[in-house]
């Protein structure tokens, strides 16, 4: 619109090059204030309320309609009695002129491509802040579900360990205050460490350390257990208390569900950020072989899914064993 009205003053035999880019200015600045309020109306009166579903379609269009009909009356009557006048003073203009279909359809084109620039901007910027709503409701819900799941898993695990202590404590066993004391350690880790996103794997093995010794002197000889630990890089990142909850489930649905002695495997590998878990617990067959995800198996399967986009956890429940094997690509750990 603007090019428009430059070429149109600066062609014009009447006006010299400086008078004639002041009326182009001028021009403009006479007609820029309808096009603006009809801009503002059709962005945050009529389009974004329907988008927002505070306003019916059907109540907006005739409201549209209106108000395009008064902003092209409005810039026809500028046009025919404030440029027009000073371009062809001595050209009469009627009343007449205002209603003329070319001016009509001109101004139509003018406030159509101001318009439509101001709206595509403005829904290309709706358009964005829903997408970032939508990245941070996402990953709000995720975090507040991990941060479940963990609540969950800590819990579990604190009253099994105690149940471990309390079932010592009525023998009177001797080995009660130690106990007590490497629980202290399990409790620090739970209050200070589980709660971050990750933690070296040399401190998630060390707590195992803590838990199977706490294990072994519940049990004594009742069980026997082989722990074998491969790792390339002991500062390695993992998600705390993954491997943990494993090895406790081990022994509360091996050792502590039989009556005869019991034997538990556990082999850790890591090499290369590629992580390889594997643990085996004896067991007294039931006559049921389906897997029977409790709460710590299904909730520590929940924090891998939200934690690493590379993994795989396989469970075997046979008939006189049961089998964990999982893979982890630690490096592929996704921050939420």
């Given at each position: 619109?603007?090019?428009?009205?430059?070429?149109?003053?600066?062609?014009?035999?009447?006006?010299?090059?400086?008078?004639?880019?002041?009326?182009?200015?001028?021009?403009?600045?006479?007609?820029?204030?309808?096009?603006?309020?009809?801009?503002?109306?059709?962005?945050?009166?009529?389009?974004?309320?329907?988008?927002?579903?505070?306003?019916?379609?059907?109540?907006?269009?005739?409201?549209f309609v209106l108000a395009m009909l008064v902003a092209i009356f409005l810039q026809n009557m500028v046009t025919n009695y404030i440029i027009m006048a000073k371009l062809h003073p001595d050209r009469p203009v009627t009343f007449a002129n205002v209603f003329d279909i070319y001016t009509s359809f001109?101004?139509?084109?003018?406030?159509?491509?101001?318009?439509?620039?101001?709206?595509?901007?403005?829904?290309?910027?709706?358009?964005?802040?829903?997408l970032r709503n939508k990245r941070d409701l996402v990953k709000d819900k995720l975090e507040t579900e991990l941060k479940f799941l963990k609540n969950q898993i800590n819990p579990h695990f604190l009253f099994n360990t105690l149940n471990n202590i309390y079932s010592l404590a009525r023998k009177k066993s001797d080995t009660a205050p130690e106990m007590v004391l490497k629980l202290s350690k399990l409790l620090r880790f739970i209050l200070y460490e589980s709660g971050k996103d990750t933690i070296p794997i040399a401190d998630e093995i060390r707590i195992i350390e803590d838990y199977v010794e706490l294990e072994k002197i519940r049990y004594n000889n009742r069980l026997k257990l082989s722990f074998d630990i491969q790792i390339d890089d002991l500062g390695q990142l993992i998600a705390p208390m993954i491997l943990l909850t494993f090895v406790e489930n081990a022994f509360k649905h091996g050792v502590s569900?039989?009556?005869?002695?019991?034997?538990?495997?556990?082999?850790?590998?890591?090499?290369?950020?590629?992580?390889?878990?594997?643990?085996?617990?004896?067991?007294?067959?039931?006559?049921?072989?389906?897997?029977?995800?409790?709460?710590?198996?299904r909730n520590v399967r929940r924090q891998l899914e939200l934690m690493y986009r590379d993994f795989n956890l396989g469970i075997d429940n046979l008939a006189d064993n049961f089998n964990v094997n999982l893979h982890i690509n630690l490096n592929s750990y996704a921050t939420i």
């Open positions: 619109m603007q090019s428009t009205l430059h070429e149109y003053a600066w062609v014009h035999d009447n006006f010299t090059k400086h008078n004639a880019l002041l009326l182009g200015f001028w021009f403009n600045s006479c007609l820029v204030p309808i096009i603006m309020l009809f801009t503002y109306l059709v962005i945050y009166v009529f389009v974004e309320p329907v988008l927002t579903a505070r306003r019916k379609l059907y109540v907006v269009i005739p409201q001109m101004s139509l084109l003018d406030t159509g491509y101001v318009t439509g620039i101001a709206l595509a901007l403005k829904l290309f910027r709706m358009q964005i802040a829903n569900e039989t009556t005869e002695n019991t034997c538990i495997c556990i082999k850790i590998v890591l090499q290369s950020g590629q992580l390889t878990f594997f643990i085996n617990n004896s067991q007294e067959y039931n006559g049921v072989n389906e897997v029977q995800e409790k709460i710590g198996l």
